[in-house]
């Protein structure tokens, strides 16, 4: 069975206290650290970049998830590796050759993983299922912390978890953008088993809300079993 994974999106931590958060998420038992790069082109807005990942990974053992919603990646992807990119995932739309993109990362041993935009269709990704370890479904418009989840979500997950059967695949499904205790539970229901969160982690109790999320996550854990 795929584990269930919590990966705490920092660009909702407080940046001027990245260790602190850093080190909460280790302690409360977190699994990746959700690092997404924004470059003001593929969305509008500009976050961080290779030096800051280099911080992360200096102040923290835990998996590095590097989301890149930049244009034209394919020219960075060597640079991600060397800062210490665990997995990287790639948007659909920005590829010209999204087999040659995903080769590159699985020769130098990085998880490798595609995402596409809510209103790009779930189909696109059939042909490369099986070039991927994971696929990271926006349940957001990319571009920003702390939106809602959009509705027609939990459909688009469960056509693609009903795919990556069908190909026999095993194959991560990572959800990211607005999920919540209220949207975790339809995100998991529809075959989500890496969880972005970012605003309803960061807000209030870090330890705390990681540790509820844990729960909710057991309890998905043992009704599948
Ligand atoms: C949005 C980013 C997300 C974002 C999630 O483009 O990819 O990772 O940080 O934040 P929340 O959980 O607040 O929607
Ligand atoms: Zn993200």
């Known amino acids: 069975m795929r584990p269930m994974l919590i990966a705490p999106s920092i660009l909702a931590a407080d940046l001027a206290r990245l ?6 998420m280790e302690e409360a038992g977190a699994d990746l650290v959700h690092f997404d790069v924004m470059d003001g082109k593929f969305v509008p807005e500009i976050s961080f970049g290779e030096i800051l990942l280099r911080a ?17 990646p394919e020219k960075s992807i060597p640079s991600f590796i060397r800062a210490g990119a665990d997995r990287i995932t ?9 087999y040659r993109a995903l080769s590159m990362l699985k020769e130098a041993g990085v998880k490798a993983a595609l995402s ?10 059939f042909p490369y299922l099986s070039c991927c370890d994971m696929i990271l479904m926006m349940t957001v418009q ?73 729960a909710v996550l057991d309890e998905a854990e043992e009704t599948d079993a």
């Open 90 to 98: 790639l948007h659909l739309e920005t590829l010209d050759d999204p």
């Open 116 to 125: 596409i935009r809510p209103d790009t269709p779930v189909e696109a990704l």
């Open 142 to 214: 990319p571009g920003f912390g702390g939106q809602a989840f959009l509705p027609d979500s939990p459909e688009r997950i469960r056509l693609l978890a009903e795919e990556i059967r069908r190909q026999e695949l095993s194959v991560d499904i990572e959800v990211d953008g607005g999920i919540n205790f209220e949207t975790l539970p339809l995100a998991v229901n529809a075959g989500a088993n890496v969880i972005v969160s970012g605003s309803a982690l960061f807000k209030g109790d870090l330890a705390a809300n990681i540790r509820r999320m844990r």
């Open 56 to 72: 992360v990974k200096r102040e923290c053992a835990l998996e590095t998830d590097v989301h890149l919603m930049i244009r034209d």
């Open 19 to 24: 260790s602190d958060a850093l080190h909460g």
